[in-house]
């Protein structure tokens, strides 16, 4: 069974110094400005399946690298053999390449 799960990461352009803090007289003496925002634009909305039950692994095209639509993957092999196919069973995460999307498309960022 795949479990798909999705995280949002915002995208910053690091701290800024507020506008409102910063006048003629604090311009003169940095160290007098007190007030920094983090400059946010747009989000990433990042999908992730999680599989417990998986008997094959994405080839390298699959990659955002090669030209597919993955950004990364990881597997780990179970002792035991699906005792139908006779393959080895992995448990696997794979994650798709990130969306750039608004950042009022994510869940709770109007409460921020």
């Known amino acids: 069974m795949v479990t798909r799960s999705t995280s949002y990461r915002l995208r ?17 003496d940095p160290g007098s400005i007190s007030g920094f925002v983090l400059q946010t634009f747009k989000a990433e909305s990042i999908l992730t399946d999680t599989c417990e039950d998986k008997e094959q692994i994405l080839c390298s095209t699959d990659m955002i690298g090669l030209g597919g639509n993955y950004a990364s993957a990881s597997y780990s092999a179970q002792r035991f053999l699906d005792p139908d196919s006779g393959n ?17 498309d994510v869940p709770g960022a109007a409460a921020l």
Do not use: H, L
């Open 88 to 104: 080895i069973i992995f448990n696997a995460t794979e994650t798709f390449d990130r969306v750039i999307v608004d950042e009022d």
């Open 12 to 28: 910053s352009s690091g701290p800024q110094a507020r506008s409102d803090t910063c006048s003629v007289s604090t311009a003169i």
